[in-house]
């Protein structure tokens, strides 16, 4: 089985997962666009490439879907934040978007090594998250505080949403799917 076929197989079976935690009609629908996306989506070539913050990914195996995502995580291409210029020391992306033509959505992996944080930021596509791995503190969905959000959890930003998340003892992984107005090109 070839690495993208692996990744759209993990990729479904996240949507699937997203569509069956969604606790908002919102969640449900980007999770069903991406579903119907990634099943037919063309792949695009890529080379793997890692940032040093996934040293630590082998911590994130507090779920089933965590420990086979860390089984193809080095077959993927990761880029360090273009939130943070910190060389990829402690959060890198991997952006889906990348890999296969899903036109209309703009997805990726979130990774925030373990004590370390995501920056504070908003856009105006609207987004859901799927925490894979690592408890975390999040702020979303229009909250002023941040709330410890456990693996295998659906949150939802609105458009302009202020939002961020501060990973616990281990890293943090975390599937996002944006849609909507103001995606980038």
Same mark, same amino acid.
């Given at each position: 089985?070839?690495?993208?076929?692996?990744l759209?197989?993990w990729?479904?079976?996240?949507?699937d997962?997203?569509i069956?935690?969604? $606790? /908002? *009609?919102e969640i449900a629908?980007?999770?069903?666009?991406? /579903? *119907?996306?990634?099943?037919?989506a063309?792949?695009?070539?890529?080379?793997s490439?890692t940032?040093?913050a @996934?040293?630590? @990914?082998h911590r994130a195996s507090?779920?089933?879907?965590?420990?086979?995502?860390?089984a193809?995580?080095?077959s993927l291409?990761w880029?360090? *934040? #273009?939130r943070?210029?910190d060389?990829g $020391?402690?959060r890198?992306l991997?952006?889906?978007?990348?890999?296969?033509?899903?036109?209309?959505?703009?997805v990726?992996?979130?990774?925030?090594?373990?004590n370390?944080s995501?920056?504070? #930021? $908003? #856009?105006?596509?609207?987004?859901?998250y799927?925490?894979? *791995?690592?408890?975390?503190?999040?702020?979303y969905?229009?909250?002023?505080?941040?709330?410890e959000?456990?693996p295998?959890?659906? @949150?939802? $930003? #609105?458009p302009?949403?202020?939002h961020t998340?501060?990973?616990?003892?281990?890293?943090?992984v975390?599937?996002y799917?944006?849609?909507?107005?103001g995606? /980038?090109?």
């Amino acid at each position: 089985m070839t690495v993208d076929d692996q990744l759209r197989r993990w990729l479904v079976a996240a949507a699937d997962a997203a569509i069956k935690f969604s $606790n /908002r *009609s919102e969640i449900a629908e980007g999770a069903k666009k991406f /579903r *119907s996306a990634i099943e037919v989506a063309a792949p695009i070539p890529f080379k793997s490439q890692t940032q040093p913050a @996934l040293g630590n @990914l082998h911590r994130a195996s507090d779920t089933p879907r965590a420990r086979e995502f860390v089984a193809i995580a080095p077959s993927l291409r990761w880029v360090q *934040s #273009h939130r943070w210029d910190d060389e990829g $020391n402690e959060r890198a992306l991997c952006v889906l978007s990348d890999a296969f033509e899903l036109p209309g959505l703009e997805v990726g992996i979130m990774y925030v090594d373990q004590n370390c944080s995501y920056p504070v #930021h $908003n #856009h105006p596509p609207q987004e859901l998250y799927l925490t894979i *791995s690592g408890s975390a503190r999040w702020r979303y969905g229009g909250a002023e505080k941040l709330i410890e959000v456990k693996p295998e959890t659906t @949150l939802y $930003n #609105h458009p302009l949403d202020i939002h961020t998340v501060e990973a616990g003892d281990t890293p943090l992984v975390a599937m996002y799917v944006l849609w909507g107005e103001g995606l /980038r090109p």
